[in-house]
């Protein structure tokens, strides 16, 4: 597709619409990425969304931003159905009860899956993968390795699911809540959107050379 629009210089834009959540980017040939969050009051599989089309949802999604002062329209102007890469809704896994049973142990998002809203699937997977490691390589046990493993997880990625849940929900606010939220998000960002207090979500650490004590490690739940 050729929408003239200008590169984003490798920064990915996100729009609230009228309607719906739009994200794009656009590299320096013109050529655009893009995402769009479309609500809907019942989940929709992967099936489902699918049996629809590419041709209804192209119109579905021209209408949905056709009122919006963004580059959604002009992008979906140059869109062609067979463009399209059609999935389900946006799924979290809140809280998985049991993390581990006798030798086998989940991890990723077969224990913590997460709205892509929050943008840490992937990270939050390796962390998890490398305490795993360093709890099997300092515990006497499966057994012990696997439950120090979920105590040393499960509080940091449940918190950051419950973060990605609030965020997907935001993007299908009401008419009320839209204009509440479009009216406090300035200063919202302003007070919010500062590294200190993000540090805890995207500049975590882990020393992996630190022995894994699992005395010193308190149940999170």
Same mark, same amino acid.
């Given at each position: +597709?050729?929408?003239?629009?200008?590169?984003?210089? /490798?920064?990915?834009? @996100?729009?609230?619409?009228?309607?719906?959540?739009? #994200?794009? /980017?656009?590299?320096?040939?013109?050529?655009?990425?893009?995402?769009?969050?479309?609500?809907?009051?019942?989940?929709?599989?992967?099936?489902? #969304?699918?049996?629809?089309?590419?041709?209804?949802?192209?119109?579905?999604?021209?209408?949905?931003? &056709?009122?919006?002062?963004? !580059? &959604?329209?002009?992008?979906?102007? *140059?869109?062609?159905? &067979?463009?399209?890469?059609?999935? /389900?809704?946006?799924?979290?896994? $809140?809280?998985?009860?049991?993390?581990?049973?006798?030798?086998?142990?989940?991890?990723?998002?077969?224990? *913590?899956?997460?709205? $892509?809203?929050?943008?840490?699937?992937?990270?939050?997977?390796?962390?998890?993968?490398?305490?795993? #490691?360093?709890?099997?390589?300092?515990? $006497?046990? !499966?057994?012990?390795?696997?439950?120090?493993?979920?105590?040393?997880?499960?509080?940091?990625?449940?918190?950051?699911?419950?973060?990605?849940?609030?965020?997907?929900?935001?993007?299908?606010?009401?008419?009320?809540?839209?204009?509440?939220?479009?009216?406090? @998000?300035?200063?919202? +960002?302003?007070?919010?959107?500062?590294?200190?207090? +993000? #540090?805890?979500?995207?500049?975590?650490?882990?020393?992996?050379?630190?022995?894994?004590?699992?005395?010193?490690?308190?149940?999170?739940?």
């Amino acid at each position: +597709m050729g929408p003239k629009l200008a590169s984003t210089n /490798g920064s990915m834009n @996100m729009s609230y619409g009228k309607r719906a959540f739009f #994200a794009y /980017g656009v590299d320096q040939q013109g050529q655009a990425g893009w995402f769009a969050n479309v609500p809907s009051k019942k989940p929709l599989t992967v099936g489902q #969304a699918r049996a629809i089309g590419g041709d209804e949802w192209l119109r579905i999604l021209r209408e949905l931003y &056709a009122q919006d002062r963004t !580059a &959604a329209p002009e992008i979906l102007r *140059h869109v062609r159905p &067979a463009d399209l890469v059609i999935v /389900g809704a946006l799924e979290d896994l $809140p809280t998985v009860p049991t993390w581990s049973r006798g030798a086998m142990v989940l991890v990723g998002d077969s224990a *913590h899956a997460t709205s $892509p809203s929050s943008g840490q699937g992937a990270s939050i997977a390796v962390e998890s993968a490398i305490q795993l #490691a360093r709890c099997l390589r300092d515990l $006497p046990t !499966a057994e012990a390795a696997f439950g120090a493993y979920e105590r040393l997880r499960r509080a940091r990625v449940e918190r950051i699911i419950a973060g990605g849940a609030r965020t997907s929900s935001e993007k299908a606010a009401g008419p009320v809540a839209r204009v509440f939220r479009d009216l406090t @998000m300035p200063t919202v +960002m302003k007070l919010m959107a500062k590294p200190e207090r +993000m #540090a805890w979500q995207v500049d975590y650490r882990i020393d992996f050379d630190a022995p894994v004590d699992e005395s010193a490690i308190l149940p999170t739940r």
